[in-house]
């Protein structure tokens, strides 16, 4: 038996020589697992989320493979494990309707099971925000490794980013700019190897996240998927991990309020997504963290967008990386004291500030001198109001700034199907200064509150020119996406919220500088409309059919709460369970 410091988790399946040892071991060992790999080394769980349907990770079993290789060099034994894998680009309603389904499968795997820390395996959108509440539920020593984004999309000699190509192209086949041929043509160089989007979307902000939070090692959120880098940080994680079960490094001694304070101030830095807004509250739910949106306001404004990536600016995650990464855009910040806690404890055992100090910078064009950026406050805009009791986000890095003080007559369309049937209609009664107004999309009203927010404009106005509006709504758009887009409105519609009062021809205001969203009526009457009907009705009728369904519609938290259940919130420890024979 090897000594530790302290006693192994593991041990409590492995560690005893009566009828519940034999068995643990015995069942084990139909693997060819030798008798010596049970005798006090670390159990090191690799949390999968491979999937064929989440292209996105489908290179994972050969990242797992290097995990595994660093976990046995530093003394402990891998043990893999799947998790459900919700990915984002062929799950439907969306795959934030699973995400907390995902995490309460994380969260009990790793609790029942014999391990003594784990290492998640993410990449697409959701899988890493669920795989990390799952795992701060649990609190064992934890290190991300994500998979990496994909390499540039080519397209007519050009450069083009994943899923913001979609957006462009889509809007100029219906402004007749060009032909279906041409958008199609675009199809097969958008995604031209494995990883996710090459973007600053919501998986690449998302690992950003993870690495500013210091639940990474260094590099880790822009290291391509197929560049050898990337396999040479999975096996120094699995290295890492081992040693952070000696040390006790267990998540909550990272995940603290200055490591989400930091994460805030690197997602103005970075342009990245409004999701990170919601995933963020729901972690800093589960680890005992209290977050909320006035937090973005205090800490994320005023901050300038110094990375120079689509959908915001012009390069993508290649580029990024070639110039330096994350290390490079944190170092940039703390040298101009704009990093909030440079004393933050990383998974390395170093602070954040020691793992950037001294990190290279390549290139300014892509992350640029805090003195010329890409947008001077890119702080995510928290807006309130009447129409938004309980907030909403703007994310001004993507959007016109002629259009962030701005006041118009809604264009009402009471959910997305009534949005796609009307919106290309010739008699739609809409100009360039109207407001497109959405409802019934929030975590109740679509289950899951789908990426549907940036609405495509009206093709009449796009043969035009026009090519943005301001556009209102209870959803979430990907982070791909871009425009003067508000989002998350809460309470939403489905919940009674007084989004469900805005009728056609109403005047609202948008003020993000005052971080104000206005509807022009009367206390009396908004009261008086929001009595006339009752919003609510068709989401608790779904949810009476059952199965996941009413669990999520009847549990599920409002966006500005992180859209997690309301019985998964807080941190549950991962005391070992009773035997099962």
């Not at 639940?215 to 699995?238: E, K």
């Not at 549907?452 to 301001?470: F, R, S």
Request: hydrophobic letters at 40%.
């Amino acid at each position: 038996m090897t000594d530790r410091k302290r006693p192994l988790r593991s041990a409590q399946w492995f560690g005893s020589a009566d009828k519940n040892g034999f068995m643990y071991r015995s069942w084990m060992k139909n693997q060819g697992i030798p008798d010596h790999e049970f005798q006090g080394k670390p159990i090191i769980g690799i949390c999968n989320t491979w999937s064929e349907l989440t292209p996105c990770n489908a290179h994972f079993r050969k990242l797992a493979e290097h995990v595994k290789k660093g976990v046995l060099e530093a003394g402990g034994y891998p043990v893999e494990f799947p998790v459900f894998s919700n990915g984002e680009s062929n799950l439907r309603p969306t795959a934030m309707f699973t995400r907390n389904l995902a995490s309460m499968d994380v969260e009990e795997a790793i609790r029942g099971n014999p391990m003594d820390a784990v290492v998640l395996l993410v990449g697409c959108d959701k899988t890493t925000p669920a795989l990390l509440m799952g795992a701060a539920s649990c609190d064992l020593p934890t290190i991300v490794v994500t998979g990496g984004p994909m390499l540039n999309g080519k397209h007519q000699g050009r450069d083009i980013g994943s899923g913001t190509v979609v957006w462009q192209l889509s809007e100029e086949v219906k402004a007749g700019k060009i032909s279906i041929h041409d958008f199609m043509a675009a199809e097969a160089g958008m995604s031209r190897s494995a990883g996710t989007c090459n973007t600053m979307g919501t998986a690449s902000t998302m690992a950003c996240m993870a690495e500013s939070l210091g639940t990474s090692l260094p590099h880790n959120a822009a290291i391509p998927a197929v560049d050898s880098r990337r396999y040479v940080l999975a096996h120094l994680s699995g290295m890492r991990i081992v040693e952070m079960v000696d040390e006790d490094l267990a998540l909550s001694k990272v995940l603290t309020r200055q490591a989400f304070e930091n994460a805030i101030r690197t997602n103005a830095a970075i342009g990245g997504s409004t999701n990170a807004v919601i995933h963020l509250k729901a972690i800093a739910g589960r680890i005992g963290v209290d977050l909320d949106l006035d937090d973005w306001t205090r800490i994320g404004r005023g901050t300038p967008t110094i990375v120079d990536l689509q959908p915001s600016g012009r390069f993508l995650m290649e580029e990024f990386y070639y110039a330096g990464g994350l290390p490079a855009v944190l170092r940039r910040l703390g040298e101009a004291d704009r990093l909030p806690h440079k004393d933050a404890l990383t998974v390395n055992g170093k602070t954040l500030w020691e793992n950037v100090a001294d990190a290279p910078l390549y290139n300014d064009a892509v992350i640029r001198p805090l003195d010329t950026p890409l947008r001077e406050d890119g702080g995510m805009c928290v807006l309130r109001g009447n129409l938004a009791p309980n907030g909403a986000v703007l994310k001004p890095s993507a959007a016109s700034p002629e259009l962030m003080h701005h006041r118009g007559r809604a264009v009402v369309f009471e959910n997305f199907d009534d949005y796609k049937a009307r919106i290309n209609d010739p008699d739609l009664e809409v100009d360039a200064d109207s407001i497109l107004v959405m409802k019934h999309c929030g975590p109740r009203g679509y289950h899951g509150m789908a990426e549907v927010g940036n609405m495509g404009l009206p093709a009449k106005l796009l043969e035009q020119g026009i090519t943005d509006m301001v556009r209102i709504s209870d959803a979430r758009m990907s982070g791909t996406a871009y425009g003067t887009v508000v989002l998350h409105v809460a309470p939403e519609a489905a919940a009674g919220g007084p989004l469900a009062a805005v009728r056609d021809g109403d005047w609202i205001e948008l003020d993000c500088e005052a971080g104000r969203l206005h509807l022009d009526i009367s206390d009396g009457e908004l009261e008086a409309r929001l009595a006339e009907s009752d919003p609510t009705e068709k989401s608790r009728r779904i949810a009476s059919d059952g199965g996941y369904r009413q669990l999520y519609i009847e549990h599920v938290l409002q966006a500005d709460e992180g859209c997690d259940f309301d019985f998964l919130v807080g941190k549950r420890g991962a005391e070992v369970p009773r035997h099962s024979h």
